[in-house]
């Protein structure tokens, strides 16, 4: 089975300051990786994904991650965060051969951007 | 496009009722998945139906089902409602294997009194 560890809870971080949110995964076998960012009162929106070739991965809203299979590890960053960016954001794994898409989610990582 | 529309948004129950909260997806997506929210649980699978067919199933009592229509929309249903059911129902649709995107709509808000 799938798990996925988001180490922090909460992030506060100063408005145009780099932020980097952890996110590790468990499985035996190849998943598929991803972030999301859910912001009040909305539903998910995807950031980027994992599926396959370069390890870095550009997303959305000046998001980047880098996979690490080593260290099973999905850690999102960000060079400088704005305001707009307080959200809870949420990795996710997709196991590709159980014949379905049910993503499996870490318990999010609070973003808060602080003036 | 249009994108995932859940209906209704808000909906109050009492305890030991039932609910049926709907879930149309982006047209040609053809895989809807729900997930239950809550501060305590997190984001937790349900079901994902794909053609009309439920693929596969969450850790969740038979209170809980599903269903998916010809045109791909989604239904779930709650019986005998419990307090702890109070939760964000949240939809998804996916085009398939070429992106494993999935989209997520607004959530039901759904509260039992």
Redo the contacts between chains.
């Keep these: 089975a799938q798990s996925v560890t988001q180490l922090d809870s909460q992030v506060p971080v100063f408005e145009e300051a780099p932020v980097e949110l952890r996110c590790n995964y468990s499985s035996s076998v190849s998943v598929y990786l991803f972030w999301y960012v859910q912001y009040p009162n909305q539903g998910l929106q995807l950031l980027l994904k994992y599926l396959s070739g370069s390890t870095l991965v550009k997303g959305i809203n000046g998001f980047e991650a880098e996979f690490n299979k080593s260290q099973t590890s999905f850690h999102l960053r960000k060079p400088s965060v704005h305001i707009s960016d307080t959200a809870e954001y949420f990795c996710a794994v997709l196991y590709p051969g159980a014949g379905s898409y049910q993503l499996t989610f870490g318990k999010g990582t609070k973003l808060s951007v602080i003036p | 496009k249009a994108g995932?529309t859940q209906t209704p948004r808000y909906l109050i129950k009492t305890r030991g009722q039932q609910v049926t909260l709907s879930c149309s997806p982006i047209s040609g997506h053809r895989?809807v998945?729900w997930?239950q929210q809550t501060p305590g649980q997190?984001?937790?699978?349900l079901f994902?139906y794909?053609s009309e067919t439920q693929?596969?199933k969450?850790n969740f009592p038979g209170r809980f089902s599903g269903r998916q229509f010809s045109n791909s929309r989604s239904e779930m249903n709650v019986s005998t409602l419990e307090l702890g059911d109070s939760a964000l129902y949240?939809c998804?649709s996916?085009p398939g294997?070429v992106?494993?995107?999935?989209?997520?709509?607004?959530?039901t808000r759904l509260t039992v009194t």
């Design positions: 995932v895989s998945s997930y997190g984001l937790q699978f994902e794909f693929r596969n969450g949240l998804a996916c294997q992106t494993y995107e999935q989209y997520f709509g607004p959530g």
